[in-house]
């Protein structure tokens, strides 16, 4: 589509679209950037020095960078498309030896440096595309009833396209992101997780996890180094051996090549949307009568509620285990069925236009469009009642959306404390929003979101396990044990806007001083904002050389802690070749 052309079907404009119209005032909020075309090694228009005596029969060109958020951007790095594992081996024992860093490139679809630090010099980096031949998928059904079956999937591999072989199979996972064009070794990477929690009662199928999809991990192979060889290989890593479990979640401080994942049977879900319950009844405290988060939990478990600035009712989302189509439901049989999401009215993209171009007090108005747009599309859509097969209905969001930056994390704690959790922190959101504007400042001007997912339990892992995931933000607390459920809460706004930093580093010293001691602990979501200073996130020394890792080394054995993954990828990878400076200074 052209940059600005209405779009007929919606009469509106696409997103993308939208930010190339806009790109004069958006290039200041990071939204108008335009990657470089690809330029093929022994090019004459290549920028950067060219990597001496590159491996044969691997293709390698210039290419653009840039993350899902756009905040980190590059318009040329060296990038390369291994066709398989010895390929990736040959690309580390190649960069050991020439002083190079290999990162791997999926859908660049996060907001944390863990790829790439913004303004670093990539003169001796490469980053090694997964996605155009590291991709194959393989499902083994066997021992489908007792939560036997498996998908083994190369590191490229997309976690739609995993559920899609997985559904032909009659399998699927409980759990999933909302968004599909995902690598699978991305998003093991930072424990990826999606809305799941059990309802009240129910038990998980064989083989599924209501965890992160870190926690159905059976296997692995990764490129180590190999001390005895003086060099770099693959190495396959069971669940079984303890040394899996720094790997499971790892933030690309190592690279995994192929996973094999447990898969249980495939279930109908029905997705039911609600646009008219007052934020202050559905997030009310625990207890409280009429239609509160909690109350939806208990009979349904997967529940996510976005509530857009300055604004009375919450868009609500509530998933139910339905294996017969209700008649009033729409039935679907594929994804991403809010078409609406992905494309914006001209009115509210002109309002984004004002607060991109500064105009802070659109802020009020862009919140209340931003809900009308979804109220609308889902009466114009029928897409308030859907029922399908898993993956269909719980994939709803796609990689075109509305690129926003985050702040935020996970509560963990007991099931008992969910409405507690919620109403504490919406109050104190709401609270300190009012105080803004009274003031005449609008720090954020995107949505509350907040949905649940159980723990890393290793009940739910059908082979022989060593234990949860080291680093996942899901990992149980062994003196805790009550502490069963994950809270995750973010707040998004427009890259760039004055003042948001300052307002997600309070947010973030909130959350930590007031979900601690014996009612939760506070841990960052990998993939988004994290260690705020009042000017950008991943910034804040304290944070991640001291707070952060902490969370890691409370409440778990001293032998089975931060500590000990780091000391695993300095060992698997002594020369760190797979690490930048962030990485660096976040696992020495």
Request: include cysteine.
């Amino acid at each position: 589509m052209a940059a600005g052309r209405t779009d007929q079907q919606t009469g509106g404009v696409s997103r993308r679209g939208f930010l190339a119209a806009a790109a004069g005032a958006a290039a200041v909020a990071g939204l108008g950037w335009t990657p470089a075309q690809a330029i093929p090694f022994g090019d004459a228009r290549a920028t950067l020095p060219a990597p001496p005596a590159f491996p044969d029969g691997i293709p390698l060109v210039q290419r653009g960078y840039e993350n899902w958020v756009q905040e980190i951007v590059f318009d040329q790095v060296w990038t390369c498309s291994p066709r398989d594992a010895q390929d990736v081996v040959r690309l580390a024992n190649w960069a050991h030896a020439n002083g190079y860093r290999l990162r791997p490139r999926g859908t660049m679809h996060g907001w944390s440096p863990l790829t790439l630090v913004p303004g670093q010099n990539v003169d001796r980096v490469l980053l090694v595309d997964t996605m155009s031949r590291l991709n194959s998928i393989a499902v083994d059904a066997g021992g489908a009833a007792q939560g036997r079956a498996t998908v083994t999937a190369g590191a490229g591999a997309t976690v739609e396209a995993i559920l899609a072989e997985l559904q032909s199979h009659g399998l699927g996972w409980a759990n999933s992101p909302a968004i599909g064009e995902l690598s699978i070794a991305g998003v093991l990477a930072i424990d990826a997780h999606g809305a799941t929690l059990p309802a009240d009662g129910e038990e998980a199928i064989p083989g599924a996890s209501f965890g992160s999809l870190s926690n159905l991990v059976t296997a692995l192979t990764a490129v180590v180094w190999d001390a005895t060889e003086g060099e770099y290989v693959t190495r396959e890593f069971a669940r079984a051996d303890p040394e899996i479990r720094p790997m499971l979640t790892h933030l690309g401080r190592a690279f995994v090549t192929s996973v094999t994942l447990q898969a249980g049977a495939n279930y109908r879900l029905r997705c039911q949307s609600f646009v008219d319950i007052p934020w202050r009844e559905l997030f009310a405290p625990a207890g409280s009568p009429g239609r509160t988060f909690e109350s939806y939990v208990a009979r349904s478990g997967r529940v996510e509620a976005i509530w857009f600035p300055f604004t009375e009712t919450p868009y609500l989302k509530v998933w139910t285990p339905t294996p017969t189509k209700p008649p009033q439901s729409r039935e679907v049989t594929g994804p991403y069925n809010y078409p609406y999401s992905d494309s914006i009215p001209k009115p509210v993209t002109d309002l984004l236009g004002q607060i991109v171009s500064g105009i802070g007090a659109a802020t009020p108005l862009f919140g209340q469009a931003q809900l009308a747009t979804f109220q609308a599309g889902l009466a114009a859509t029928g897409g308030a009642d859907l029922w399908g097969w898993s993956k269909d209905v719980q994939f709803y969001l796609r990689a075109t959306t509305l690129r926003m930056t985050a702040g935020g994390g996970v509560v963990i704690t007991k099931r008992a404390n969910i409405a507690r959790v919620i109403n504490e922190f919406t109050t104190w959101h709401h609270e300190r929003q009012r105080h803004h504007q009274s003031n005449g400042r609008y720090p954020i001007n995107g949505p509350f979101e907040v949905r649940l997912c159980g723990l890393d339990d290793q009940a739910e892992v059908t082979v022989e396990t060593a234990g949860p995931p080291t680093i996942s933000a899901l990992r149980p607390r062994p003196d805790h044990p009550e502490w069963d459920t994950a809270i995750w809460m973010n707040v998004v706004g427009v890259p760039g806007t004055p003042g948001q930093a300052a307002y997600f580093r309070e947010m973030e010293l909130f959350m930590r001083e007031n979900y601690s001691g014996d009612y939760a602990t506070f841990r960052p979501e990998w993939a988004k904002g994290w260690a705020f200073t009042d000017r950008a996130g991943h910034s804040d020394g304290p944070s991640i050389e001291t707070v952060i890792p902490g969370t890691y080394r409370d409440g778990v054995p001293a032998g089975d802690n931060w500590d000990t993954a780091r000391a695993a990828y300095n060992a698997h990878d002594p020369h760190r070749i797979f690490s930048n400076d962030f990485l660096d200074r976040l696992l020495p």
